[in-house]
């Protein structure tokens, strides 16, 4: 079974600084996705990015980068020029890539991020 | 992009009674259907997955027949919380592939239920 950690219960960060989530996973499959998700105190999923495992180049969505280690099996994401309201919690989700049907999405635990001022 | 509308927001209600929570997939198919569960702080827990004109798939621990799922349309999937008890109060969401196989899953704004 795929298995997604998140070693960091809670991370702080400052306003304009940069903070860098950890995100490990577990699988034997050689095709799937990761992706990072943020919930904000509204409690809506907000998906922040994704990557594609045969993908080799990371994945960069504005002030959001990943750095994919396949080989390792690591999923960080890196936050640029934080913002107020980045703070929420962020979960790392995996989901295999499966022809034909939708596959679930396997979360971690979470990582609670707060921006100070 | 893909919408899913999650109702009632939150709901209230007393032990022994049933809620009904419902998915409906505003500007796409949903042939697929993800129910997850969230405890306070916690992450989300896949409760089941519902395709629609079929019956749902259960993950393990998961009571049948306390949480009933239909998937009767390709826009509308339920949750009905049966004879609920306090120990159900929790926060459910629901989830739905997008158009696109690499793209993320959309979420409902999640339900919380409350049982007294």
């Known amino acids: 079974a795929q298995t997604v950690t998140q070693s960091q219960p809670e991370m702080s960060v400052q306003e304009a600084e940069t903070v860098t989530l950890s995100c490990t996973y577990d699988?034997?499959?050689?095709?799937?996705?990761l992706f990072w998700y943020k919930q904000p105190p509204s409690r809506q999923m907000i998906l922040v990015i994704r990557?594609?495992?045969?993908?080799?180049q990371n994945a960069t969505e504005n002030r959001f980068s990943v750095n994919f280690q396949k080989a390792a099996k690591s999923f960080s994401l890196k936050i640029s020029d934080s913002q107020l309201g980045d703070a929420a919690m962020y979960f790392c989700a995996y989901r295999r890539a499966i022809t034909g049907t939708a596959s679930k999405l396997t979360f971690g635990t979470g990582t609670r991020l707060q921006v100070t001022l | 992009g893909a919408v899913v509308s999650q109702h009632p927001s939150w709901v209230i209600c007393k032990s022994g009674t049933s809620v009904k929570i419902e998915c409906r997939s505003l500007d796409f198919q949903a042939t697929t259907m993800f129910w997850y569960r969230q405890f306070p702080k916690k992450s989300l827990m896949l409760m089941a997955t519902s395709n629609e004109g079929s019956k749902a798939t259960y993950e393990q621990g998961v009571e049948k027949d306390k949480f009933l799922i239909n998937h009767a349309s390709l826009t509308l999937s339920t949750l009905t919380v049966t004879s609920a008890h306090p120990e159900d109060s929790s926060f459910y969401i629901c989830?739905?592939?997008?158009?696109?196989?690499?793209?993320?899953?959309?979420f409902g704004s999640g339900t919380r239920l409350t049982v007294v």
């Open positions: 699988t034997s499959e050689s095709d799937y996705y």
């Open positions: 989830s739905a592939p997008g158009q696109l196989r690499e793209h993320g899953y959309t």
């Open positions: 990557q594609e495992a045969y993908k080799q």
